[in-house]
């Protein structure tokens, strides 16, 4: 895999600091460096969601404002509309959004398999309905990652498959096994496929095996031994209990290989960032941040508020003191709530400015302890004083989410 090394050659990436991955220890928790053609990228980081090349409501230049080094980009709603050979007649991503740091694509898979029964599961891939239009399309590993080097991203994730909660064993080791020989392909192909010097892209693998701990820590193994950059963790946050992710993720991190950067998919509410962090976990993506902030909810060290509510209409002070947010600095928390109420579209991006500020600042805070040894402690007291959101308001939150992908499919 000599040519897989060249493409990487423009990354690299450094652990500054970790605790070694054994039940006794008291935490997995480490600090690291990654260098990317767009700069570095400090972590534990969470990366805000740009589904189609926009993190919704903000500008760019707020979402590094926000301490953002690395946006996720969605490979499945991009390649739709507006389409990646479009994206690349502009120069790539990276020129497209204006955005100047790391980028990481998705393959696609988690939109797709959300389809249902709107998309067909072969050896070769998957066909799917557009949502937008109705039109076909296949998606193998191949073509994945044609559509990714047009985007040009940083780093890009091949096309997996993200099996629903619940599954049966043998359906969990059934995509498992499918997800390990597309891995193959997709590492054949980033080979293969002609290399862009002024657009170098780094490949990570990703881990499956549903609810069964044994299978994650069998794809861990796999997939870890492959020469992938680096590793992402799938499959996870799908409508599981929470204890049983953790249990799964528990169960995963000593298989992982400590020198490559593992990317935690779609989990980030703040209390899973810092478990997460906790398990060994450095890259984090989700989109939660900035939808519960367009639904009134603001993330405070003390758990999230809802911003709607009376008790803020008449409250002077910002939603959080302390807090060094744009929003927190200079509008009051009776604005905000005036703001959500009559549904102006200045409360989207304040809240959204918010809500991405704390996680990111949460991510640089928990960096800091680990550099400092002090990061259960930190752990520790963080949780005391974090009341999460309830697992019914989650499920509910994911069920709406799940109706509107079906409207938005069926009516096309």
């Keep these: 895999m000599d040519a897989l090394a060249a493409r990487s050659s423009s990354f690299a990436f450094t652990i500054d600091v970790e605790n070694p991955p054994v039940p006794s220890a008291p935490t997995w928790a480490r600090a690291c460096t990654l260098q990317t053609p767009h700069g570095l990228i400090q972590t534990p980081m969470f990366m805000p969601v740009g589904t189609q090349a926009t993190v919704k409501c903000l500008t760019p230049e707020e979402v590094q404002a926000a301490g953002a080094q690395i946006i996720l980009a969605n490979t499945y709603h991009l390649m739709l509309r507006p389409g990646s050979q479009l994206i690349d007649s502009f120069g790539g991503l990276h020129a497209f ?18 389809l249902g029964h709107l998309r067909t599961l072969t050896e070769e891939g998957v066909t799917f309905k557009s949502h937008l239009d109705g039109s076909l399309h296949l998606l193998t590993p191949e073509r994945g990652l044609q559509i990714e080097a047009e985007l040009g991203a940083d780093f890009v994730l091949p096309l997996d ?35 862009r010097p002024e657009r170098p892209q780094a490949l990570f693998g990703i881990v499956q095996g549903a609810f069964e701990p044994e299978l994650r820590q069998e794809s861990a193994r796999f997939i870890g031994s492959l020469p992938f950059f680096g590793l992402s963790i799938g499959g996870l ?71 709607k509510r009376s008790r803020f209409r008449t409250e002077h002070g910002p ?46 805070e928990a960096r800091a302890a680990i550099l400092a040894g002090t990061f259960p402690a930190f752990r520790d007291a963080f949780l005391a004083s974090y009341v999460p959101a309830s697992e019914r308001a989650r499920e509910e939150q994911r069920a709406k989410w799940l109706a509107r992908v079906a409207s938005r499919a069926t009516s096309s």
């Design 319 to 364: 939603v959080e003191e302390g807090c060094d947010c744009y929003t927190c600095r200079n509008y009051s928390a009776a604005y905000l709530h005036h703001l959500a109420r009559a549904e102006e579209q200045l409360y989207y991006r304040l809240g959204s400015i918010h809500n991405l500020r704390f996680m990111l600042r949460l991510a640089a």
């Design 161 to 195: 498959i993200c099996s629903g909660y619940p599954c049966t064993p043998q359906e969990a080791r059934q995509a498992m096994e499918r997800t390990h020989r597309w891995a193959l392909r997709a590492l054949e192909a980033f080979t293969q496929h002609p290399h």
């Design 237 to 307: 946050s799908v409508g599981e209990p929470k204890a049983l992710m953790w249990e799964l993720l528990r169960a995963t991190t000593p298989a992982l290989p400590r020198e490559k950067p593992r990317h935690l998919l779609g989990v980030g509410s703040p209390e899973d960032l810092i478990m997460g962090i906790d398990l060994g976990m450095d890259l984090f993506d989700c989109v939660l941040p900035t939808r519960v902030a367009r639904h009134g909810g603001l993330f405070t060290r003390y758990g999230r508020v809802n911003i």
């Design 97 to 114: 959004m204006r955005w100047p740091g790391p980028l990481l694509t998705d393959s696609g898979g988690f939109q797709v398999f959300s």
